[in-house]
């Protein structure tokens, strides 16, 4: 028995009525009725929304054969003829009513899985899409050593995509370290770690080795079966560099300490000696093993009860260095053995070595035996002899004063330092002051005071200008000297040329400089890009819809001077998104060649209808006509944006003028720092106004984008930007000279290439009215509004348009009817699946499809990458309808039959077909 609620109704409106009311689980529905037909009857229930999956059941008393396939025609699910019995009704029912629960049961489960597989496909594009461009090195490699790598890996290597995908890691590994990579595999496959990390050298395509910082793991499939590693790549070859000339830089420093005559101790912040030269172990009679991580100058109880150790500390606690004299008998020393002891009068000279914090890391001891000076004038005399012999020998610039300031002494080295030689500064005793640099001057002579007021010497860092005017850096220490009494004797001195040192460090943070500007360019970059691909959208759909309006009120006066001025602004709207693509250097650029004087003629001519009368426009043109391979309209843009940026700098009137020449530039650095210039011949281009000019903060800043000195509503700050991205793109540079009230010159060096004659623009670059055509063409575009226009325009036009939201729908659809399909129209930005992606899918089942590439921003693709895909045509978002006619024309007159691809197998059209 059914818990059934039974529903009826003698004609046809209420019964229908009745229906969509009740919505019911099944209708049994005579075929004979009194006002209608109950199969006319069955197709309004079929066409309710809310009706279409209710099994209909058709009862007649006719057992006409015709009766019944129309009944089944009209949506009918069965039929039974009267008279019938109870129990064959019922079981009729009954199967219906299963046959309905397993129609929902399955479409909810289809729905569900739908919903699974759309969540998996998009959870695997958005790892794709973060592989693909991710802004470091991403690289899979796959058990048998084959690689998929990202594009900013190819970039660190210098190979393409598919170069890489035809190579084995170990091709592009350097041979002494495929060892350790294999070793780093194996323990990830055999699993005794989830995950590696080393340094390793790659082999770039140029043959020049690359240092990079490996993290590497092992992907499993869902069996877990291992796939496939996955590795993130950092380029570390700066901070290789960095780290071999910091590790040269202390090798030459311990060879340093060891050549010297001094007896040179190194000891920790903690007192405990840690390196020493031979003259040390020479010196106090003791072997390397004796002194090294086990003499400590705080245990000393010889250093303890002659009363030196507070000056000791002190010095080790200040990071001020002292100078002391000692007599030392090691024969004494309890805590440390020494075989060949010795008993010395030493001048002991500390000099601490701070970090960059200032913190105490180490102290050098400098020791001068003294023994025989204390015993006779004839020693004093050979000691110093000795000591005038390695002052001599010394590489710095060794001197002594007395307490007046008059040179007792000073090393030859002083010629090789500063150009002067030893009897110049012993008959100068200002020389030494007179050649620092007058910036520096107030802290040497600062030092200087300290020292005479309480012998309180130091160290400090100041520039020389040598005896042939180079500048120098030199880092100067002096200590006190006493006698055996403790009366002051004067000043020793040590100066170090130290300029190879600020220089190192200048570079380092130049190239952190460089670093941060370009991870803020290419923030912004991004930024910039994904904004154009929207707008870009946008503005193909308002240009799409006012040609429709065009069409329908062209006779309209009115109304088309309306239309006309919404595609004015869409053209407006779509300059403002090419700068912004331009600023991020991802613009699609149509290079040609072209004769520079005559472009820049071309804007001086657009200049002079729209700045002020009083503003005259000078040229001085180079005898030699540069031919610059570039985007004309780009490089126009260029020069306008200058132009008119320097007409606002004159209000009052002046001159702007241009010129143009030509330059060979060797390697070597922007006045700046800021970048490196190649070394070649460069097409120079100046533009010169007579304004107001600019303080250096705003000159600093007038390329960042959005940034203007101009009232609100009256610039973008998009205009340099552009500029400045324009000319990157050239791998080119622009400097700025500008000084406040007396103007500004902006100077463009763009590389020569190899000329060649300009090309004329061809009558296929014309926009041409569009004429009628027929066939099919498939639209396949994510932007709604740029369907539906496109639609109405190609149907007008005669053709036949077919619509795919994304890449997946359209291969769907191409693959069943790829016969019929005269032609694409594809995007390049979609979800799902990005138009070249879908373009490569369409070529494996007909290479010779027609494919017309219409797109608002390419992404990583440049316009010339696109057109390698050997693609019919080339179209940038916002277009004019006649554009996309033009190229559905020519392609149609090239048409071919396909041939009908299955597996990867082409297989001719027969004659059937």
């Given amino acids: 028995m059914f818990l059934t609620t039974f529903f009826t109704a003698g004609f046809g409106p209420d019964a229908l009525a009745t229906a969509e009311r009740t919505i019911p689980d099944l209708i049994l529905l005579d075929v004979h009725l009194d006002d209608t037909s109950g199969i006319e009857l069955c197709r309004k229930i079929r066409a309710q929304g809310t009706l279409k999956t209710t099994p209909v059941l058709l009862v007649s008393g006719s057992d006409d054969p015709e009766i019944w396939p129309e009944g089944l025609a009209s949506g009918a699910d069965d039929y039974i003829i009267k008279p019938f019995r109870k129990t064959e009704l019922l079981s009729r029912i009954k199967t219906h009513f299963a046959l309905s629960s397993l129609k929902k049961t399955c479409a909810a489960q289809k729905a569900n899985l739908l919903n699974v597989e759309r969540k998996a496909a998009e959870s695997i594009r958005k790892y794709q899409e973060l592989f693909k461009n991710s802004p470091v090195g991403k690289i899979m490699i796959t058990l048998n050593g084959t690689t998929i790598p990202n594009q900013t890996f190819c970039d660190m290597l210098g190979y393409s995509i598919a170069?890489?995908?035809?190579?084995?890691?170990?091709?592009?590994?350097?041979?002494?370290?495929?060892?350790?990579?294999?070793?780093?595999?194996?323990?990830?496959?055999?699993?005794?770690?989830?995950?590696?990390?080393?340094?390793?050298?790659?082999?770039?395509?140029?043959?020049?080795?690359?240092?990079?910082?490996?993290?590497?793991?092992?992907?499993?499939?869902?069996?877990?079966?291992?796939?496939?590693?996955?590795?993130?790549?950092?380029?570390?070859?700066?901070?290789?560099?960095?780290?071999?000339?910091?590790?040269?830089?202390?090798r030459f420093t311990e060879q340093l300490i060891?050549?010297?005559?001094?007896?040179?101790?190194?000891?920790?912040?903690?007192?405990?000696?840690?390196?020493?030269?031979?003259?040390?172990?020479?010196?106090?009679?003791?072997?390397?093993?004796?002194?090294?991580?086990?003499?400590?100058?705080?245990?000393?109880?010889?250093?303890?009860?002659?009363?030196?150790?507070?000056?000791?500390?002190?010095?080790?606690?200040?990071?001020?260095?002292?100078?002391?004299?000692?007599?030392?008998?090691?024969?004494?020393?309890?805590?440390?053995?020494?075989?060949?002891?010795?008993?010395?009068?030493?001048?002991?000279?500390?000099?601490?070595?701070?970090?960059?914090?200032?913190?105490?890391?180490?102290?050098?001891?400098q020791s001068i035996d003294l023994t025989e000076i204390r015993h006779t004038q004839e020693k004093l005399r050979e000691s110093e002899l000795k000591y005038r012999i390695v002052a001599e020998n010394t590489y710095d610039l060794e001197f002594w004063r007395d307490p007046q300031g008059t040179y007792l002494y000073v090393s030859p080295s002083c010629e090789r330092i500063t150009g002067y030689r030893s009897e110049d500064f012993m008959a100068n005793a200002l020389l030494l002051e007179s050649i620092i640099v007058p910036e520096d001057r107030p802290l040497f002579k600062e030092?200087?005071?300290?020292?005479?007021?309480?012998?309180?010497?130091?160290?400090?860092?100041?520039?020389?200008?040598?005896?042939?005017?180079?500048?120098?850096?030199?880092?100067?220490?002096?200590?006190?000297?006493?006698?055996?009494?403790?009366?002051?004797?004067?000043?020793?001195?040590?100066?170090?040329?130290?300029?190879?040192?600020?220089?190192?460090?200048?570079?380092?943070?130049?190239?952190?400089?460089?670093?941060?500007?370009?991870?803020?360019?290419?923030?912004?970059?991004?930024?910039?890009?994904?904004?154009?691909?929207?707008?870009?959208?946008?503005?193909?759909?308002?240009?799409?819809?006012?040609?429709?309006?065009?069409?329908?009120?062209?006779?309209d006066s009115e109304t088309s001077e309306f239309v006309r001025k919404i595609s004015a602004s869409a053209g407006r709207a779509a300059g403002l998104t090419r700068q912004l693509l331009t600023f991020a250097r991802k613009a699609a650029v149509d290079k040609k060649f072209f004769d520079v004087h005559t472009s820049i003629g071309t804007t001086i001519e657009m200049l002079e209808r729209t700045i002020n009368k009083n503003i005259s426009i000078n040229k001085m043109f180079s005898p030699v006509t540069p031919l610059l391979f570039s985007d004309r309209s780009l490089f126009e843009s260029c020069l306008l944006n200058l132009g008119i940026n320097a007409r606002d700098a004159m209000p009052e009137g002046g001159t702007l003028t241009i010129t143009t020449d030509y330059r060979v530039i060797g390697a070597r650095h922007d006045t700046e720092g800021k970048f490196t210039w190649k070394p070649g011949r460069y097409i120079v281009i100046t533009v010169t106004d007579t304004g107001t000019g600019m303080n250096e903060a705003v000159r600093q800043r007038i390329f960042e984008p959005f940034f203007t000195t101009k009232e609100p509503g009256?610039?973008?700050?998009?205009?340099?930007?552009?500029?400045?991205?324009?000319?990157?793109?050239?791998?080119?540079?622009?400097?700025?000279?500008?000084?406040?009230?007396?103007?500004?010159?902006?100077?463009?060096?763009?590389?020569?290439?190899?000329?060649?004659?300009?090309?004329?623009?061809?009558?296929?670059?014309?926009?041409?009215?569009?004429?009628?055509?027929?066939?099919?063409?498939?639209?396949?575009?994510?932007?709604?509004?740029?369907?539906?226009?496109?639609?109405?325009?190609?149907?007008?036009?005669?053709?036949?348009?077919?619509?795919?939201?994304?890449?997946?729908?359209?291969?769907?659809?191409?693959?069943?009817?790829?016969?019929?399909?005269?032609?694409?129209?594809?995007?390049?930005?979609?979800?799902?699946?990005?138009?070249?992606?879908?373009?490569?899918?369409?070529?494996?089942?007909?290479?010779?499809?027609?494919?017309?590439?219409?797109?608002?921003?390419?992404?990583?693709?440049?316009?010339?990458?696109?057109?390698?895909?050997?693609?019919?045509?080339?179209?940038?978002?916002?277009?004019k309808f006649a554009e996309v006619a033009s190229y559905l024309q020519k392609a149609l007159k090239t048409t071919s039959a396909p041939p009908m691809v299955l597996d990867g197998v082409s297989i001719p059209a027969s004659e059937d077909d």
């Fill in 163 to 250: 170069e890489l995908q035809a190579m084995n890691w170990q091709d592009f590994t350097h041979p002494d370290d495929l060892t350790v990579s294999s070793e780093n595999m194996a323990e990830l496959l055999n699993g005794k770690t989830d995950k590696v990390h080393f340094e390793k050298r790659l082999i770039r395509k140029d043959g020049s080795i690359l240092w990079v910082d490996l993290v590497s793991y092992l992907h499993y499939d869902p069996n877990h079966q291992p796939v496939h590693f996955i590795t993130t790549v950092h380029n570390i070859s700066k901070r290789k560099k960095v780290e071999l000339a910091l590790k040269e830089k202390s």
């Fill in 258 to 365: 060891e050549a010297t005559a001094l007896a040179t101790w190194i000891s920790d912040e903690h007192g405990t000696a840690v390196g020493a030269n031979r003259a040390c172990f020479d010196l106090f009679g003791a072997t390397e093993q004796e002194v090294i991580g086990k003499y400590n100058i705080f245990n000393d109880e010889i250093v303890e009860q002659q009363g030196v150790m507070p000056k000791i500390r002190h010095a080790f606690t200040t990071g001020e260095p002292i100078t002391f004299l000692i007599d030392y008998d090691f024969s004494g020393v309890k805590h440390v053995t020494v075989e060949k002891a010795t008993h010395t009068f030493l001048q002991v000279i500390l000099t601490p070595i701070k970090n960059s914090s200032g913190t105490v890391t180490n102290v050098v001891s």
């Fill in 714 to 879: 009256k610039g973008t700050g998009l205009g340099l930007a552009s500029v400045y991205g324009f000319i990157k793109q050239h791998d080119g540079y622009i400097t700025v000279e500008s000084t406040e009230g007396k103007g500004t010159c902006f100077t463009l060096y763009f590389p020569v290439t190899h000329p060649v004659p300009p090309q004329e623009p061809s009558a296929a670059d014309e926009q041409i009215h569009p004429q009628p055509g027929t066939g099919t063409i498939l639209i396949v575009d994510d932007d709604e509004d740029i369907r539906a226009t496109l639609y109405v325009q190609l149907k007008q036009t005669g053709y036949r348009p077919v619509l795919c939201s994304n890449g997946l729908e359209a291969i769907r659809y191409f693959r069943v009817h790829f016969r019929d399909i005269a032609a694409v129209l594809l995007d390049v930005i979609m979800p799902e699946m990005d138009g070249l992606e879908c373009l490569h899918e369409m070529k494996l089942v007909n290479p010779n499809v027609k494919i017309i590439i219409c797109t608002g921003y390419t992404g990583n693709e440049s316009k010339e990458a696109i057109l390698k895909e050997d693609v019919f045509g080339f179209l940038e978002k916002p277009f």
């Fill in 447 to 555: 030092h200087l005071l300290k020292e005479v007021a309480d012998h309180r010497c130091g160290a400090v860092e100041f520039r020389i200008t040598r005896a042939d005017g180079e500048v120098r850096w030199m880092s100067h220490h002096c200590l006190p000297v006493f006698d055996g009494k403790g009366n002051y004797l004067g000043t020793r001195g040590n100066n170090r040329d130290i300029t190879d040192q600020k220089l190192l460090e200048k570079e380092r943070t130049d190239l952190q400089f460089q670093l941060h500007q370009a991870q803020k360019l290419e923030a912004i970059g991004q930024l910039a890009s994904g904004i154009a691909h929207d707008f870009n959208n946008i503005l193909g759909g308002i240009s799409g819809y006012a040609d429709l309006l065009k069409l329908k009120y062209r006779k």
